[in-house]
């Protein structure tokens, strides 16, 4: 790393320093100010929020093109901007119509105090930084050397330090500017490798034939069960929560569809990214360090810190933004909600801790799966089975249950595919049947719910969406 490249990364790390000092004083204030910016964010902060919070995955974006191509656009893409508009379209205004703070208030306000904590339970497992917090040790490790440990100690300390006090207003803060800087990495480094080396012919010649077919070499199967996962964009707790901020029920559909073509663009940016890494590192050990590696042998000082920080950037705002969702989750939708307070005026501090806790929890996960796209797909298939179908139930009143009957089917969609997974995940073996989790969670799920569904005089949703 040349002098310069240092400097340009040394000035992000003061940025966050200073922005984490400044907005010190939110956790002092109000819950709204602290958890949701008193429900007055713009749509300009709301498209650079969400883009960059639900794109923290760089890495493993790198990882997956460097292996199967072009085919990272249909399996890490599509499926994503097809969730992202299917909530524009039908969940996005009727979040923000509700005024509640997180996915358990939308349970409890639909299905009672129980199915709540069911789901901030499965909300605190799908919204771990783990990965992320994997990625960002990558890097830290490629940039200073230092071993894997002290890599993963020092990331998530300091991805999370700067946004413990300033809550929602500190994430948003910090991802105004880090919107700018992941696309300002890829757009100045794409260009020099195509300049340097040549474009799609040198591709083609230095790639397997596989990297430029949609499978990739990829089953069926596999395929599908990423755009299942997918749909954790409608149950998503992020979404969720930008929708509770945005300032109108306008601002909160039209953040969403924004930020979708700004998804394609990135996509398109890392994906041919990922192809030039693996077309001059063929030899490479981890797929999962392709960027960081390609950045220190292929580019030069500036651009090549300019990548860096577009890295950095990246999986800084999701660590941030996913730690800030599980403190909330443990604070308001554990602690909070478990010990029946009669005002919030201890939710700031019990989401503090609960910061700290969830940063705890993903450091332990990060050491165990040392895979983000491992990470993504465990996660999802046990926490989209059980929270898709009981949530879409409480924004529509014709397809909602009884509480007992909500709880139970959170429980059996999540149980079911967490034990459908563990022998392909823990054991190494194939799945039951050869049937991907997510589909066995899915099914436990809906035949609770149908069962819930012979009672029809049960009408208990959120009283604003009725």
């Not at 339970?121 to 960002?136: G, K």
């Not at 501090?349 to 705890?360: E, H, M, N, S």
């Not at 967490?418 to 050869?434: F, I, R, S, T």
């Amino acid at each position: 790393m040349a002098p310069i490249d240092l400097a340009l990364l040394g000035a992000y790390a003061l940025f966050l320093i200073l922005l984490g000092i400044r907005l010190a004083g939110v956790a002092r204030r109000s819950t709204a100010d602290y958890l949701v910016m008193g429900r007055r964010l713009t749509l300009p902060s709301f498209v650079a929020t969400l883009v960059t919070t639900w794109y923290g995955g760089v890495l493993g974006v790198g990882e997956f093109s460097f292996r199967y191509g072009i085919s990272n656009w249909l399996v890490f893409g599509v499926p994503y901007y097809v969730g992202a508009v299917l909530f524009a379209i039908f969940l996005a205004r009727r979040a923000r119509r509700t005024n509640l703070y997180t996915v358990p208030d939308v349970l409890h306000a639909a299905y009672g105090r129980p199915a709540a904590l069911v789901g901030a339970v499965l909300v605190q497992i799908m919204n771990s930084p783990a990965p992320y917090i994997l990625m960002l040790a990558v890097l830290l490790q490629l940039l200073f050397g230092w071993g894997f440990v002290p890599a993963l100690i020092v990331g998530t300390f300091f991805s999370t330090a700067y946004s413990l006090r300033g809550g929602l207003p500190s994430v948003v803060g910090a991802d105004r500017v880090q919107f700018v800087l992941m696309f300002l990495g890829f757009i100045v480094a794409l260009p020099y490798l195509a300049a340097t080396h040549g474009g799609l012919p040198f591709l083609r010649a230095h790639l397997p034939e596989t990297h430029f077919v949609w499978h990739g070499g990829n089953t069926l199967q596999y395929i599908l069960v990423w755009y299942f996962i997918a749909l954790q964009t409608l149950v998503e707790p992020t979404f969720h929560q930008r929708a509770f901020a945005a300032k109108d029920e306008a601002t909160a559909q039209r953040g969403v569809l924004l930020s979708v073509g700004f998804w394609i663009l990135f996509d398109f940016l890392t994906t041919f990214t990922g192809l030039y890494a693996r077309a001059l590192l063929p030899d490479l050990a981890d797929p999962v360090a392709a960027y960081p590696a390609l950045a220190l042998q292929y580019l030069p000082p500036v651009v090549r810190g300019l990548f860096y920080l577009g890295l950095l950037a990246t999986v800084m705002s999701t660590v941030d933004g996913f730690t800030f969702i599980g403190g909330v989750n443990f604070g308001r939708d554990l602690v909070w909600r478990w010990r029946r307070e009669p005002d919030e005026r201890n939710v700031n501090r019990y989401t503090q801790i609960g910061f700290v806790l969830t940063a705890l929890l993903a450091f332990g996960l990060a050491l165990w799966f040392r895979s983000a796209v491992d990470l993504w797909h465990h996660i999802g298939s046990v926490g989209v089975p059980a929270l898709l179908v009981p949530l879409l139930g409480a924004y529509f009143p014709r397809w909602s249950v009884p509480p007992r009957f909500a709880a139970a089917a959170m429980l059996a969609g999540g149980g079911v595919a967490l034990v459908w997974l563990l022998p392909g995940a823990v054991g190494k073996g194939g799945y039951p049947l050869g049937l991907e989790p997510i589909y066995a969670g899915l099914f436990a799920c809906l035949a609770v719910w149908i069962g819930g569904l012979r009672n029809r005089n049960y009408r208990g949703t959120i009283s604003a969406l009725r």
